[in-house]
């Protein structure tokens, strides 16, 4: 068990170092905790797809995956499902596997393709069109598109789905709506997620809330520099007595 939480760590830190390069490039705020945001969701997401893997009783009969935590056993186990989806091309399941297994192994293009050879069996499941807009999402840098159309199409068919609600809150971030972002997070049933889970949801909350709060002091802080501006503006263009 230990090694499995120290492979998903190893998960959320390779995540962590992907997006470090486009945050200390970026000037405002509201940009450089965006990769944070997107890397965060995808980590959680991907580590938990590793833990989902290494548990046979989430699998039923598809018991290849063993939870061992041995990585070596992981990557065998992945090459032999390779193998299954190239004999049995029709086989969906063996593609949603595939698409998990590559998110876990941070091989998104992979794991989008994966996705996509599957959709016939993701597109009315809210669950797996949420980690088909995480893996884009962190694949294009960005929500735009794609990911944004799954995101609501999850959220169609389940408006409480916590995936789709956390990457819907990032994508409002993305797009500087923060209110919104916090309105999505806030929706979230914390009872349904692990603690890690429910930590990173609350702090996004409170950062979020604070930072709308100072961009709220800065705008109110303009408004009364031009308000002092206006008299002594108008005193100066009164002809001279």
């Given at each position: 068990m230990t090694?499995?939480?120290?492979i998903m760590f190893?998960i959320?830190?390779i ?6 390069v486009s945050w200390v490039?970026?000037d405002?705020?509201?940009?450089k905790r965006?990769?944070?945001i997107i890397?965060l969701?995808v980590?959680?997401?991907a580590?938990?797809?590793y ?11 598809a018991e290849t995956f ?9 990557v065998?186990a992945?090459?032999a ?11 969906l399941?063996h593609?949603i596997?595939?698409a998990?297994s ?5 091989r ?6 994966a996705?996509g050879?599957s ?7 809210p669950h ?6 995480g ?6 840098g960005?929500?735009a598109g794609?990911p944004d159309?799954?995101i609501?199409?999850?959220?169609k068919?389940?408006?409480h ?11 409002a971030?993305q797009?500087k709506?923060?209110t919104t ?5 806030e929706?979230i049933?914390l009872k349904?997620?692990?603690k ?6 609350l702090?996004?909350i409170?950062d979020?809330?604070?930072?709308i709060?100072g961009v ?5 802080g ?9 008299p ?7 002809p001279a007595?």
């Amino acid at each position: 068990m230990t090694k499995v939480w120290l492979i998903m760590f190893c998960i959320i830190l390779i995540c962590m170092v992907i997006v470090y390069v486009s945050w200390v490039k970026s000037d405002a705020a509201v940009n450089k905790r965006l990769p944070l945001i997107i890397g965060l969701i995808v980590g959680l997401l991907a580590a938990g797809g590793y833990y989902w893997l290494g548990n046979p009783s989430a699998l039923g009969p598809a018991e290849t995956f063993t939870h061992t935590g041995d990585v070596e056993e992981f990557v065998n186990a992945v090459e032999a499902l390779e193998q299954k989806a190239a004999n049995e091309p029709n086989n969906l399941n063996h593609q949603i596997m595939l698409a998990h297994s590559y998110r876990a192994m941070g091989r998104y293009e992979d794991a989008i393709i994966a996705f996509g050879k599957s959709w016939e069996k993701i597109k009315s499941n809210p669950h797996e069109l949420a980690l088909f807009a995480g893996t884009l999402a962190v694949w294009r840098g960005s929500f735009a598109g794609k990911p944004d159309e799954l995101i609501e199409q999850a959220l169609k068919l389940d408006a409480h789905n916590a995936d789709a609600l956390m990457l819907a809150g990032g994508s409002a971030y993305q797009r500087k709506q923060l209110t919104t972002a916090v309105a999505y997070w806030e929706k979230i049933n914390l009872k349904q997620l692990e603690k890690e889970d429910q930590e990173w949801v609350l702090t996004q909350i409170k950062d979020v809330k604070e930072e709308i709060s100072g961009v709220k002091k800065q705008e109110s802080g303009m408004e009364q520099y031009h308000d002092a501006q206006e008299p002594a503006a108008a005193s100066s263009n009164s002809p001279a007595k």
